[in-house]
């Protein structure tokens, strides 16, 4: 039990977690009804639900975002394949003559899915074949995604009505809004793919020394042609989320910094951005930072301009947590404590 409690304590996702543990009790302190949870006309509600549910879009292109810094790259265009697939949903809606019509949202939601993997092609053909640095690459989708998103929606707000489409923002299936069974679905999937199966391992070797497993016969372009369609997938359902919640089409708006918040939930939860070994785990607890972060400013009545100061205090404090220097006198006070402790049952 000991041994096991000295592992959590020393992992990368400790302090993490310490750290979600510290703005819940903020949280407590300000709102003593943080933790309870209402059912309401057969549905969840409360602030954790809210968490969960604002927080998802985040998390789904930050589950992307840790395969391709695992990878040793990055990609800066996911908050413009938001913007691009909602757009896309949008406007085929619109352009029907019955929005409502669930066969139609199929559709549309489909069309915006293909459009998203279609931009993860292109940033791996750029970074792959090409050969141009990831954020490089990813930068010219993220400055030109925007753009097309403009001229899909003409430089227009599209509002749309449409209860089936409204459902992936706001709806519940069994009481739990959709957008968490989507997280949570594509985070199993990940999770899955990468830990029961080889494919985790080959993006590791990638990421640790391109070089030496091309050499060892992994198919480098192959693995990074995969985790760029995935994270624009990834992106692209975000994206549909968001829209969705909204009911509206905004290319300057949607997703907008979404691409930040996956680097620092991704950073947060311990994966290294030089690449190689990762964490989806400390991924997911880093989202909830970030998501409880936000509530946090919300809730204490601080003003949202200054939210992003506060992530960026908090990316600094649990970075610094993490460092080798940290572990190292947190190793050595714990041989510290043992010594005393061994001596001080030798006396005895």
Known sequence: ??????????????????????????????????????????????????????????????????????TRG??????????????????????SPNPGDPATVIVAILVALVIG?????????????????????TLILMTAGRGIAMLLTEGQILTVTSPPFKLLGTGFWFGVPVAIFIAAFIFIIAALLTRRTALGLLIESVGINPEASRQAGVRARGVLFSVYI??????????????????????????????????????????????GRY???GTLVGALVIQTLVTTVYTVGISPVATMVFKAAVVIIVCLLQSPTTNQALAGFRRRLALRSGKGVAAA
């Open 1 to 70: 039990m000991r041994t096991v409690l000295a592992r959590f304590v020393s992992s990368r996702i400790f302090w993490p977690i310490v750290m979600l543990a510290v703005l819940f009790a903020i949280n407590v302190v300000a709102f003593p009804g943080f933790f309870s949870i209402s059912f309401r006309d057969g549905n969840l509600y409360g602030s954790l639900i809210d968490i969960l549910r604002n927080g998802a879009p985040t998390l789904i292109v930050a589950i992307g975002m840790t395969l391709v810094i695992a």
């Open 74 to 95: 990055i990609d800066l265009s996911v908050g413009a394949v938001a913007a691009i697939s909602g757009a896309v949903a949008c406007s085929i809606l619109l352009g």
């Open 117 to 137: 993997v279609g931009c993860g092609l292109w940033n791996g053909l750029l970074v792959s074949v090409i050969g141009i640095q990831p954020i490089i690459a």
């Open 230 to 275: 995935f994270t624009a997938l990834c992106a692209a359902v975000a994206g549909l989320i968001l829209t969705a919640n909204t009911m509206a089409a905004d290319a300057n708006n949607t997703g907008l910094f979404i691409e930040l918040d996956a680097i620092l939930a991704v950073v947060i939860g311990g994966t290294s951005l030089a690449g």
């Open 279 to 281: 964490s989806l785990a």
